[in-house]
């Protein structure tokens, strides 16, 4: 397979659904030495002058390596990216230092057509716990510099992580004026939780109309995932600190579930079948535009959820609560219509948010976790949100009551469990309680809620309201956009809620809306 060539002559492959840690070294020596005899393909003659209109990033860092990614683009909107199609020869080079005086792994990779001549490099061999920058070259053009970090040795107990998490940029509803500003912010490591791109159509009279069509294949995700990356300021963000990245919906479309699309009538094959082809296809769009530890897709079943761990200190649970979950009940056959009257459907025993094996897999991992703080990094609201008496959100975790029971009674026995949310456009701090489904019970889990980078809550004072009043919801702003900031160390983990001013504008200052602690042991969040 192309993308592991291109891995594999980058100095090591790249591990498929690797967990926070990479085994396996003889084998990959050996691959290794299979490949050095295999040569580079020929620089093409006639490629344009700017191939990193698309920037650099890094992510899912390892104790001992990173992932580095770029896609060569020269225009977004033409088929071939403006690039040909040829496979083209990319160098890399990591250094201990911006100025690159200190190189201290470099190699060459492909990239190739298949894959929009995207490049996942896998930098190995590196030190835990340091800062490195890296570039890569095509010919005599060189990338912009990003820099990037490993985490510290598994077995290690550090004193602190910072970690940002965000989610949700739908441009046309605003503009990144986040982004700068989480640029500035000291912290180790972002996630980002999903809605990373929307497949809507081109809106006229909103903030950023696309000028890609609404994307149903493999080319049209591609179009629209490069006209997110080509934005300077988002670029910024990801030259600066690894990224760790789950998808939600819109990567696909919108409220979508297993292999039906929103509002799909669940017997019909051909609609499951059609379905399928285009989700493969954003699949695909989605890793070669993103710096995941993972081999690309080959078709629509696609295996993301993954672990990230800081030491002993904290280990992360990457979810993928789109891919296997049930359909939507009760309220699912009206496009957009989330919220609907609770039936029967709901309560089944058999409904499931994230299918058996990641449900077995989270489990296995909670259950073996020596970490002070097991952070899971998913889409939606997992607290009760009764939106009011026999009404529910049947998108989010209240439309899966069993299933979210079943994780409850895991996170029960773990150290400090956290739950850290996208999806919904605001910001909170809630519990996920003893009875699940009854807010009015003790706090077990506590959730921060992270709002969107540009995307709108339009009933924002009806939802503060509604939420605000409810006894597991400790805070609720629902009108303004930012990031979360989390600074944890063995005794607490801080969540400074950071918002900006407007959307509404390219530029806008940023402030601290909240400040919530959660203390080692307690499952109630305190303000600061
Ligand atoms: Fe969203
Ligand atoms: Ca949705």
Redesign the pocket.
Do not use: M, R
């Given at each position: 397979m192309a993308g592991v060539v291109a891995a594999a002559l980058a100095g090591a492959g790249a591990a498929a659904c690797s967990d926070d840690d990479s085994g396996g070294e003889a084998a990959q020596q050996a691959e290794e030495d299979s490949l050095n005899s295999e040569s580079l393909p020929p620089l093409p003659t006639d490629l344009p002058a700017e191939l990193f209109v698309l920037g650099v990033a890094s992510g899912d860092p390892v104790s001992d390596s990173v992932i580095l990614w770029t896609r060569l683009v020269a225009d977004p909107m033409a088929d071939d990216g403006g690039v040909g199609t040829a496979p083209i020869p990319v160098g890399w080079e990591v250094a201990t230092d911006r100025m690159f005086d200190e190189v201290v792994a470099s190699g060459d990779a492909v990239a190739d057509p298949a894959l929009g001549h995207s490049v996942h490099v896998d930098a190995s061999a590196l030190e835990p716990d340091s800062w490195y920058w890296y570039r890569f070259t095509v010919g005599d053009r060189t990338s912009p510099i990003g820099r990037t970090r490993t985490t510290p040795a598994s077995n290690s107990e550090p004193d602190r992580l910072r970690f940002a998490f965000a989610?949700?940029q739908?441009r046309q509803n605003g503009y990144w004026t986040a982004y700068p500003h989480l640029t500035e912010e000291d912290v180790d490591l972002v996630f980002f939780l999903?809605?990373y791109i929307?497949e809507e159509p081109p809106i006229d009279g909103t903030a950023q109309p696309y000028t890609s069509p609404a994307p149903t294949d493999l080319n049209g995700y591609r179009k629209r995932w490069a006209e997110y990356k080509g934005d300077p300021a988002l670029q910024g963000a990801h030259a600066q600190f690894p990224w760790v990245c789950t998808w939600?919906?819109?990567e696909v479309a919108n409220n979508y579930a297993d292999d039906l699309p929103d509002g799909a009538v669940a017997t019909d094959q051909s609609v499951r079948d059609e379905f399928l082809q285009r989700r493969a296809g954003a699949y695909q769009a989605f890793y070669e535009h993103t710096p995941v530890r993972l081999d690309p897709p080959e078709g629509p079943d696609y295996r993301i959820y993954r672990r990230v761990s800081w030491g002993k200190l904290a280990k992360f649970y990457v979810l993928d609560g789109r891919q296997y979950r049930s359909d939507q009940a009760c309220a699912s056959t009206s496009v957009a219509a989330d919220v609907g009257p609770v039936c029967a459907e709901a309560a089944e025993d058999t409904r499931t948010m994230l299918g058996d094996e990641q449900e077995q897999w989270l489990g296995e991992g909670l259950a073996d976790s020596e970490a002070a703080w097991n952070v899971l990094a998913q889409q939606t609201v997992m607290s009760a949100l009764p939106f009011a008496e026999g009404l529910a959100n049947f998108d989010q975790w209240d439309g899966y009551p069993a299933a979210r029971r079943r994780l409850v009674d895991q996170l029960r026995e773990v150290s400090n469990p956290v739950v850290i949310t996208?999806?919904?456009?605001l910001s909170a701090v809630a519990t996920v309680t003893d009875d699940p489904d009854d807010p009015a019970t003790d706090p077990v889990v506590p959730e921060l809620v992270g709002t969107?980078i540009s995307?709108s809550f339009p009933l924002a004072d009806a939802i503060e309201a509604l939420a605000g009043a409810l006894p597991n919801v400790e805070y609720i702003n629902a009108q303004q956009r930012g990031y979360v900031l989390c600074t944890v160390t063995p005794d607490e983990m801080r969540a400074e809620y950071r918002l900006v001013g407007t959307v509404g504008a390219p530029e806008a200052d940023i402030a601290t809306g909240a400040t919530w602690v959660l203390a080692d042991g307690d499952p109630l969040p305190r303000t600061a």
């Open positions: 989610s949700c739908n999903g809605d929307y939600d919906d819109h996208g999806d919904i456009h969107s995307s």
